[in-house]
């Protein structure tokens, strides 16, 4: 194993929760349904736009369960399997392996902030007690903790099973250079930042992009228009979504930005989310749709589409 099969567009799913605070089941199935006829090329959980922080151990694995189930074979799953240290991050590996993980996304500990030796230790923890895939999610904004490119390096030459690599550290299109460059091309380049840099990214190398999930089919088109070397229309796709992808990007609302797309469009029921995230107010709320004027999304034509939850309408 010296390189990712893994490539496209991998959004990170929401997790629906109903008003009172109970993770929605009937909603994250019409949230998979969504992704699957965007076109996605493959889906991750509890990552940062899951509020992965937030659930609770019987939470996370219900919705694996459910997810696989929806999903059943049809495009490969990561699954995020952080911690705040070695053997939380192990554990996590491990139930995510046998709950049908097709790969890893492995953000650091982000409480005690590693050295290097650190940070080399619990990754390679990591590969040695999975046998599938491993992303190391380079996320310093989220995670306080910058991984280094000789780093990556290391790991990726050390352990046959750490093939990919989550570029979220600004600048990313430098970053995703370097590691390429020193990496020889071990290491398969995804992009995060919920897709803010996706284009210049791709002109970069990055095999694709993992951005939230209201916008899939969006980043399809841009990977798609890309991949048939049509620069043009990908560009042009990618400047004119622009705006709105960037305003989910806003601190401490940008989950409240996600979920407001999905429910209104009756993807999901409620766009309720956890203490630490702000529920939405009334004026970005209205900034969020000056940036949609005049544009497409799927999420708000899903319940259009005679799609339903439990035979209801949404």
């Keep these: 194993m010296t390189q990712s099969k893994f490539a496209g567009v991998f959004p990170i799913l929401a997790t629906p929760f109903t008003d009172s605070g109970e993770v ?5 199935r019409e949230l998979v349904r969504f992704q699957l006829a965007a076109g996605v090329d493959g889906i991750a959980l509890f990552g940062m736009a899951s509020e992965m922080y937030t659930l609770l151990e ?5 919705i694996a369960g459910i997810v696989a189930e929806e999903v059943n074979g049809r495009v490969p799953l990561v699954f995020g399997s952080g911690h705040t240290g070695i053997e939380g991050a192990v554990q996590l590996s491990k139930n995510a392996q046998n709950q049908g993980a097709d790969a890893l996304m492995v953000l650091p500990p982000y409480m005690a902030k590693p050295d290097g030796a650190r940070l080399y230790d619990y990754f390679a923890a990591v590969a040695r007690a999975v046998d599938i895939e491993i992303m190391i999610q380079d996320a310093p904004n989220a995670s306080g903790v910058a991984i280094s490119v000789p780093l990556l390096a290391r790991l990726s030459k050390e352990f ?3 093939t990919m690599v989550k570029v979220e550290a600004p600048p990313t299109t430098v970053k995703i250079t370097e590691v390429l460059e020193q990496t020889e091309g071990r290491l398969t380049v995804f ?3 919920n897709a803010m840099y996706f284009y210049e990214e791709l002109l970069r190398g990055a095999a694709g992009t993992m951005p939230a999930c209201e916008f899939p089919e969006v980043c399809v088109k841009i990977y ?4 048939q070397g049509d620069t043009d229309q990908a560009r042009q796709i990618f400047y004119q979504y622009l ?3 960037r305003i989910g990007t ?3 609302y940008a989950m409240s930005v996600h979920k407001e797309i999905l429910q209104r469009g009756g993807v999901i029921r409620s766009a309720y989310v956890r203490n630490p995230n702000a529920p939405i107010d009334e004026r970005i709320r209205k900034e969020t749709w000056e940036t949609l004027k005049g544009l497409d999304l799927l999420a708000l034509r899903w319940s259009e589409q005679g799609s339903a939850v ?3 309408p949404l």
């Design 24 to 28: 929605d089941e009937s909603s994250l």
């Design 58 to 62: 019987g939470e996370r694995s219900l």
């Design 160 to 162: 046959p099973n750490i």
């Design 191 to 193: 992009g995060g930042m």
């Design 224 to 227: 798609q228009a890309f991949k």
């Design 243 to 245: 705006p709105f992808i």
């Design 250 to 252: 806003m601190p401490g």
């Design 310 to 312: 439990e035979g209801k």
